[in-house]
């Protein structure tokens, strides 16, 4: 997928080169996923189809909270020693329709609302909360928390639909992560179109990159994020109650960096949503999941049966001229010695023409370039 703009920004996908997608259950895996109450009335769930990773939970109310995570493995484009993970983490909190409606007619439900923060007088709390955790102790990686996006706190505070595009890319020539909103409608009579940038890190090419589009329909909102190198959270806030009982969509880009090799452990990846199930006044109700030691690893290569190890062969003799002759210096100086003795007469064979022994025409001439050659390498060695 290429750079879109904004008016043709509509559908929810991702795209992804000069990445490898780790593999469900190898490449990645993980221990229990458990609902963070300890209730028995809510259902959790988790666990790989294909290489997406699905994890929720639900309960009596009908409430859920839902994400699909997929892991992509880097190599950086500047040899810090380290491999690079990028978690694509799109999460969605959606209200129930099994709320009580009144304590005198228990049978009558009514929608469950998302939490809005009007209700100033009962707290505020968000509407749906991303987070990891890892132990930094271990020596064992930590999170970029400038390459994951979004990596700063932002808001919203238009009516209508706002379409994101998030990238992410770590390659030969760049790196950086980027976060772009699209148009939306304001009112009924027109339509405020807004095309710009939210949150821009580093550079970014696509030949090395993952990527998102994904649209959010809500009311005035705030994404609040606090990034460490042990920790990546998001809190997503509804401010006003227009939107309450609609969905409530966002995705995050969750970057790792780990020792080349190693394994890297989330040792906790919760997802929460805050719910009013109230039936006058707002009764906070809160749903969440915990995926326990999560943990990456780099892909295993397996070479192809094509590059086979080529067989030793045994070493050939090439002479005194071949320098990275591996048959010995002594050899190598003995043969020397012979070439040169040959040539210049300091040995008996080299006296044989004057007992009447004869030559093939050319071989003088090209026994006194090979003795200047030899001569030549042997200077050298001796400088």
């Known amino acids: 997928m290429g750079p879109a703009h904004a008016d043709s920004l509509s559908v929810s996908e991702t795209s992804y080169s000069g990445a490898s997608i780790l593999?469900?259950?190898?490449?990645?895996?993980?221990?229990?996923?458990?609902?963070?109450?300890?209730?028995?009335?809510?259902f959790p769930y988790a666990f790989f189809e294909g290489n997406t990773l699905y994890v929720g939970i639900s309960d009596t109310y009908d409430n859920t909270v839902d994400a699909i995570v997929e892991f992509f493995w880097f190599q950086s484009s500047i040899d810090r020693g380290t491999d690079f993970y990028v978690a694509v983490i799109k999460t969605r909190v959606t209200p129930?329709?099994?709320c009580y409606y009144a304590p005198w007619d228990w049978a009558r439900g009514a929608p469950c609302k998302l939490w809005a923060d009007e209700w100033s007088d009962w707290g505020e709390h968000p509407?749906?909360?991303?987070?990891?955790?890892?132990?930094?102790?271990?020596?064992?990686?930590?999170?970029?928390?400038?390459?994951?996006?979004?990596?700063?706190?932002?808001?919203?505070?238009?009516?209508?639909?706002?379409?994101?595009?998030?990238?992410?890319g770590i390659g030969e020539s760049s790196e950086g992560a980027l976060m772009a909103h699209?148009?939306?409608?304001?009112?009924?009579?027109?339509?405020?179109?807004?095309?710009?940038?939210?949150?821009?890190?580093?550079?970014?090419?696509?030949?090395?990159?993952?990527?998102?589009?994904y649209e959010v329909t809500l009311y005035e909102w705030d994404v609040y994020v606090d990034g460490r190198a042990d920790l990546m959270a998001w809190d997503m806030y509804l401010n006003l109650g227009a939107r309450e009982t609609q969905s409530a969509y966002h995705e995050y880009?969750?970057?790792?960096?780990?020792?080349?090799?190693?394994?890297?452990?989330?040792?906790?990846?919760?997802?929460?949503?805050?719910f009013d199930t109230g039936w006058y006044d707002p009764f906070h109700h809160q749903l969440g999941v915990t995926l326990s030691d999560l943990t990456?690893?780099?892909?295993?290569?397996?070479?192809?049966?094509?590059?086979?190890?080529?067989?030793?062969?045994?070493?050939?003799?090439?002479?005194?001229?071949?320098e990275n002759n591996d048959t010995g210096d002594e050899h190598e100086e003995e043969d020397t010695a012979a070439e040169s003795d040959l040539v210049f007469g300091d040995s008996k064979e080299a006296s044989a023409p004057?007992?009447?022994?004869?030559?093939a025409p050319g071989t003088t001439s090209s026994a006194v370039a090979l003795a200047m050659v030899l001569m030549g390498l042997r200077r050298r060695e001796q400088s």
């Not at 095309?195 to 550079?203: E, I, L, R, S």
């Not at 090799?261 to 929460?272: A, Q, S, Y």
């Not at 990456?296 to 071949?322: H, K, N």
């Open 127 to 168: 509407v749906l909360s991303v987070e990891a955790m890892t132990d930094i102790e271990r020596e064992q990686g930590a999170f970029r928390w400038d390459w994951s996006v979004p990596f700063e706190s932002y808001g919203i505070d238009a009516y209508g639909q706002v379409t994101f595009q998030n990238k992410y």
């Open 23 to 42: 593999e469900g259950d190898w490449d990645v895996s993980f221990e229990t996923a458990t609902d963070i109450a300890g209730s028995e009335d809510r």
């Open 296 to 322: 990456i690893s780099q892909p295993f290569f397996i070479p192809s049966e094509t590059e086979e190890a080529p067989e030793e062969q045994e070493p050939v003799d090439t002479g005194s001229l071949d």
């Open 253 to 274: 880009f969750l970057s790792v960096q780990v020792e080349e090799g190693m394994p890297f452990k989330i040792d906790e990846l919760n997802f929460v949503g805050n």
């Open 96 to 98: 129930g329709d099994d």
């Open 182 to 213: 699209g148009s939306y409608p304001i009112t009924d009579d027109g339509e405020v179109k807004a095309d710009g940038t939210v949150q821009v890190k580093g550079f970014h090419s696509s030949d090395y990159s993952v990527q998102t589009q």
């Open 354 to 359: 004057e007992k009447g022994c004869s030559t």
